[in-house]
């Protein structure tokens, strides 16, 4: 990498260069969350008006001024619940087994590689393996579990690596001190590791968790529903969830329903909030007791 | 004895949720594979790859994919035009010049960016984006690929962004410090010594967020129109290999017809390629450790 300084102009001339340079990086990153803050003010602009306690608890309706999410929000919840209840022990079992015993065995590796690879598998692919596996093969059908099955082969990558990057923290005296005692590797793993590494675990779960709630794409490739007017009762139940309800509504032209599309945005973002702040809770409180 | 015999059930069962990942794999394969087979049993291979016609939908349907690939690449180009300079700006201000305040604030910012749901990118796109452009380019359709790429573009620049950064930051410090030396400014230590040494990793960071854009699903769906066309001009509604899988989902399509295969068809195409870039990306990466480790 030569650095041809006997060509470059005088020294002047090169410190206003990196002046303006850093100013043009600066305005780029500004202007990047510039844009953020403009999307944040759109939909609320747009969907302020339409948020109040009847929005929410009201069905879908044909007529956008009676239209609710209410149905939306608790197929959310059941769908969110049921893939948290299904990615997280075979994430963490995943992940203990990679990083406990796996060592570093060409399997183990092969493994990695290949989570490392459906990381960045589009979420789309994801529902149709749902749609192929889950709603036909097994005849789960268009349900929450179907959903959820299909959500959880989408987080579970992301839960098997913060699970990792959690059991990694644990220091190795205390595996060491624990097997002196002459407990056997799982019982160290049960009663030493796992308790320590569960506030890194339930971040990696709630981010994993919040990004899940957030897709659309999978769903609709598994064939949920765009439109219903009643909230599933079983996870064997038609559903539909926020993030499908707000893309019916954006597809429609009339302007009333592009606002109750901005006011589920709304909602949408408030529940991605909460998760968020959450998880960082967890995270700082993790931070303090591992040092 | 017992006991033996019940550390090694529990570390089977371990090992089996561990390989249920590469069953994922597999399965996506295997489902994709299966219908893939029957839809090519019914189109021939040739006129699939190389017609420029995709009309499945319609009374005499038209198998030819080349519209929806080039929809794909033409909203990830200008996806990719928006967030490789952007991103790459914004890592090497992280990376060389930010103090550590900034970068501690900036970080979390720029993780909401990445972490907002795409259909909320999809209808920022729509509602504002559009109206927006159409105020400097009056020939600009409500349905294009330019306003879903400049959107996708702002949701891919935290990936490059960040991947970009962590290469940055893993070139060693005497680098940075020779090239201060000479009298290098920042700027020029930046550019000319840190960015090349760090080369493999940030064009592995670029090809993922490729990858990223190929296989992004919402923004597209909402606001790039429904119409496969055969064209360059993102002024005019298109439709990407993704928005096809929508738009054919939204409705009701029985099992074991064309038109339901066609989904998987595309489907496979989609998983190849965005697998053939995030194996190069991985391949860059490993390089790129192996280069300072």
Request: charge should be positive; glycine fraction near 8%; charged fraction near 10%.
């Amino acid at each position: 990498m030569p650095v041809d300084l006997t060509a470059s102009p005088s020294s002047a001339t090169r410190r206003r260069a990196d002046l303006i340079f850093q100013a043009a990086a600066l305005f780029v990153l500004v202007a990047a969350l510039a844009a953020l803050a403009v999307l944040v003010a759109t939909v609320w602009r747009d969907g302020a008006g339409r948020l109040d306690w009847r929005f929410l608890t009201s069905f879908p309706s044909r007529r956008a001024a009676n239209a609710g999410i209410y149905h939306a929000i608790v197929g959310s919840v059941y769908v969110i619940v049921l893939t948290a209840v299904l990615a997280l022990p075979v994430g963490v079992a995943a992940a203990v087994y990679l990083e406990e015993y796996g060592g570093r065995s060409r399997l183990a590796r092969f493994i990695e590689l290949n989570i490392a690879n459906l990381a960045s598998v589009p979420s789309i692919i994801y529902g149709l393996l749902g749609l192929g596996l889950f709603v036909r093969a097994m005849g789960m059908g268009r349900s929450v579990m179907s959903g959820a099955a299909t959500l959880a082969l989408l987080a579970l990558p992301v839960v098997i690596l913060s699970t990792r990057e959690a059991l990694r923290t644990v220091p190795s005296s205390i595996r060491e001190g624990s097997y002196a005692l002459g407990a056997t590797q799982w019982q160290t793993i049960w009663h030493q590791v796992l308790p320590m590494s569960l506030p890194g675990i339930m971040t990696g779960l709630i981010l994993a968790l919040s990004r899940a709630i957030g897709e659309t794409a999978p769903l609709i490739a598994i064939g949920a529903l765009t439109y219903i007017p009643f909230a599933p009762d079983s996870i064997w139940s038609p559903f539909t969830v926020l993030p499908i309800q707000i893309f019916n509504w954006v597809s429609r032209p009339q302007v009333a329903f592009k606002q109750n599309a901005a006011a589920g945005i709304l909602v949408l973002l408030l529940l991605l909030l909460t998760m968020n702040a959450i998880a960082i809770v967890l995270r700082d409180r993790y931070q303090r007791k591992g040092r | 004895m017992s006991s033996r015999r019940a550390e090694r059930f529990i570390e089977s069962l371990l090992f089996l949720c561990a390989l249920l990942s590469v069953g994922t794999t597999a399965g996506i394969i295997i489902v994709l594979a299966i219908e893939t087979f029957a839809f090519f049993r019914e189109v021939p291979i040739a006129e699939f790859l190389t017609g420029t016609e995709w009309t499945p939908l319609f009374a005499n349907p038209r198998f030819g994919v080349l519209p929806l690939m080039l929809g794909t690449a033409l909203v990830s180009a200008i996806a990719m035009a928006v967030a490789v300079p952007a991103g790459l700006m914004s890592a090497i201000y992280l990376s060389e010049y930010a103090p550590d305040g900034v970068r501690r604030a900036v970080k979390p910012a720029l993780e909401i960016l990445a972490g907002v749901p795409t259909v909320v990118y999809g209808y920022f796109a729509l509602t504002f984006v559009t109206p927006l452009l159409q105020q400097w380019l009056p020939g600009l359709s409500g349905f294009n690929a330019l306003s879903p790429g400049i959107v996708m573009g702002l949701m891919i620049l935290p990936l490059v962004s960040s991947l970009s950064e962590d290469a940055m930051q893993a070139v060693p410090r005497g680098l940075r410090e020779g090239a201060y030396a000479l009298g290098a400014t920042r700027m020029q230590t930046s550019v000319q010594v840190v960015v090349p040494a760090a080369f493999s990793g940030i064009t592995a960071a670029v090809i993922l967020a490729a990858s990223r854009a190929v296989g992004e699903t919402m923004i597209v769906a909402i606001a790039a129109g429904q119409q496969p066309r055969f064209t360059l001009s993102f002024f005019v509604p298109i439709e990407t290999m993704t928005a096809y899988i929508v738009q054919v989902s939204l409705g009701d399509t029985p099992q074991g017809t064309l038109e339901y295969r066609t989904i998987f068809a595309v489907g496979m195409l989609l998983f190849l390629s965005t697998f053939a870039l995030n194996l190069a990306s991985t391949w860059l990466r490993a390089r790129f450790r192996e280069e300072y480790n």
